[in-house]
T-cell receptor, first 117, second 118 residues
């Protein structure tokens, strides 16, 4: 399909393990976002990329969280030494086709549900 | 202060009736955008409708319309002729600032769970 895809859809980790979550944005989209959604809450912003540049990482909750988008397409969100409070759904969104830079609607992937035991 | 407030945690509506989901927002930026997303139990966030702060007319998309009252800082979603498939969580979100790159992150409300009764 042509939408945003994320993998894995579900991840169970033991406390202290490292995890890596992948996001494939809509082809050609310039902007990529990561959000964290706790149970029963709205998504909260984590970080934002324009192409390969990480322009805003103000929402990352700690230095255990790291995101990259080395070639301006696929992005990976890495969480080191996972803690129980990291359990959440991690949503990726993309926007901004390069021929319409003012387009700002974000299209979301299905999310990765992370459970830390 | 909350930037996006959704005061209805849950709503029950009879099928085929219209429903209004409330959203108020708080920003001092003159340029902003307001979004509504639907999140079914499967978890994906589905974009429904967008309203820009400078748009002169209320946005409409099929059965969805946005009742934008700028002075009251409200952006309520109206769903006409509700269907069983409309049962889901609905989130209101805001982007502050212009559409230049770098100002695009969304702030979400806590959502409203809508249940359509047959």
């Amino acid at each position: 399909g042509a939408g945003v895809s994320q993998s894995p859809r579900y991840k169970v980790a033991k406390r202290g393990q490292d995890v890596a979550l992948r996001c494939d944005p809509i082809s050609g989209h310039v902007s990529l976002f990561w959000y964290q959604q706790a149970l029963g809450q709205g998504p909260e912003f984590l970080t934002y990329f324009q192409n390969e540049a990480q322009l805003d990482k103000s929402g990352l909750p700690s230095d255990r969280f790291f995101a990259e988008r080395p070639e301006g397409s696929v992005s990976t969100l890495k969480i080191q030494r996972t803690q129980q409070e990291d359990s959440a759904v991690y949503l990726c969104a993309s926007s901004g086709a390069p021929w319409r830079p003012s387009t700002d609607t974000q299209y979301f992937g299905p999310g990765t549900r992370l459970t830390v035991l | 202060a909350q930037k996006i407030t959704q005061t209805q945690p849950g709503m029950f509506v009879q099928e085929k009736e219209a429903v209004t989901l409330d959203c108020t927002y708080d920003t001092s930026d003159p340029s902003y955008g307001l979004f509504w997303y639907k999140q079914p139990s499967s978890g994906e966030m589905i974009f429904l409708i967008y309203q820009g702060s400078y748009d002169q007319q209320n946005a409409t998309e099929g059965r969805y319309s946005l009742n934008f009252q700028k002075a009251r800082k409200s952006a309520n979603l109206v769903i006409s002729a509700s269907q069983l498939g409309d049962s889901a969580m609905y989130f209101c979100a805001m982007r502050e600032g212009g559409t230049n790159f770098g100002n695009e992150k969304l702030t979400f409300g806590t959502g409203t769970r809508l249940t359509i009764i047959p």
